[in-house]
């Protein structure tokens, strides 16, 4: 099973080697980080992907109410807070369960299920993608089809990313995260080869000198991913 990753946003140290305890054993979550602080959370928030957010309500400086408005609606969020007045506000943005301070591991572990079963639909949805071979994106207020075997490679650009294709010399931009979409992308057909290029395997013309040769453009193999890639090729390679 594919453990989901979390975060813990707590200012009380206590509460967080207790929910932190609660996520080492439970079999299906893996714990990423524990933050004191909103700002912590986002620099988590923006250097991974996050599955579920354990998140306190009553913090200093930024709450936790404030901080879910600016989590994406992919990441899932527990609330836990000590103040059942705040029960409310939480489920008006998207919680998918909220814990009253002081809980159980049995009420925390129904709290995990509860999130389990929201992104499992997302696991599916992936599934699908894949087995369809394209997938839709939005682009000038179109909901675009891309299908897989016109694609060279996607390009990332900040938030944004580009879809260069066969089937036109300009590329279509999409506002979405390439980390995103790598983790919809079938593993058979895409392969991540750099910060900013997630290529077609089948659109491959060479391979020279640590560069990916891809309708002429030349995309440098990045250190972390060498190993991967040198395993795909040495696996279809016949010399």
Same mark, same amino acid.
């Given at each position: 099973?594919?453990?989901l990753?979390?975060? *813990?946003?707590?200012?009380?140290? %206590? ?5 932190? =305890? ?20 986002? @620099? ?9 957010? +354990? ?6 400086? &930024?709450?936790?109410i404030?901080?879910?408005?600016? *989590? ?17 506000? =939480? ?13 159980? #591991? ?14 499992? =639909? ?11 071979? !394209? &997938? ?6 179109? @909901? %675009?089809?891309?299908?897989? #075997?016109e694609? #060279?490679? +996607?390009? =990332?650009?900040?938030? #944004? /990313? ?5 089937? @036109?010399?300009?590329?279509? %931009?999409?506002? &979405? ?13 895409? &392969? ?21 040769? /891809?309708?002429? @453009? ?7 991913y060498?190993?991967? !890639?040198?395993?795909f ?7």
């Open positions: 099973m594919k453990k990753k979390c975060i *813990i946003v707590d200012d009380e140290p %206590l509460a967080l080697d207790l929910v932190g =305890g609660y996520i080492l054993k439970t079999p299906f979550l893996e714990l990423k980080a524990k933050c004191l602080n909103a700002f912590e959370a986002i @620099q988590i928030l923006n250097s991974e992907k996050i599955d579920l957010v +354990f998140l306190d309500i009553q913090m200093p400086d &930024m709450n936790g404030d901080l879910s408005k600016t *989590i994406s609606l992919e990441t899932k969020i527990v609330f836990t807070t000590a103040f059942k007045d705040y029960a409310i506000d =939480g489920f008006k943005v998207n919680a998918v369960d909220f814990l009253l301070k002081p809980f159980n #591991y049995v009420e925390f572990l129904n709290a995990a299920n509860k999130a389990l079963v929201h992104l499992a =639909g997302k696991v599916l949805k992936s599934d699908s993608i894949a087995e369809n071979q !394209f &997938m839709f994106v939005k682009s000038e207020y179109k @909901q %675009l089809k891309i299908n897989f #075997y694609v #060279y490679y +996607f390009e =990332g650009l900040k938030d #944004y /990313i580009k879809i260069w294709l066969t089937s @036109q010399p300009k590329p279509i %931009l999409t506002l &979405m995260s390439l980390k995103t979409l790598e983790e919809e992308l079938p593993e058979d057909r895409f &392969m991540r080869i750099h910060r900013s290029f997630i290529i077609a395997l089948d659109k491959i013309q060479a391979v020279e000198r640590g560069q990916v040769i /891809i309708h002429d @453009q030349r995309i440098t193999v990045a250190e972390q060498k190993n991967k !890639f040198q395993q090729i040495e696996h279809k390679s016949f010399n």
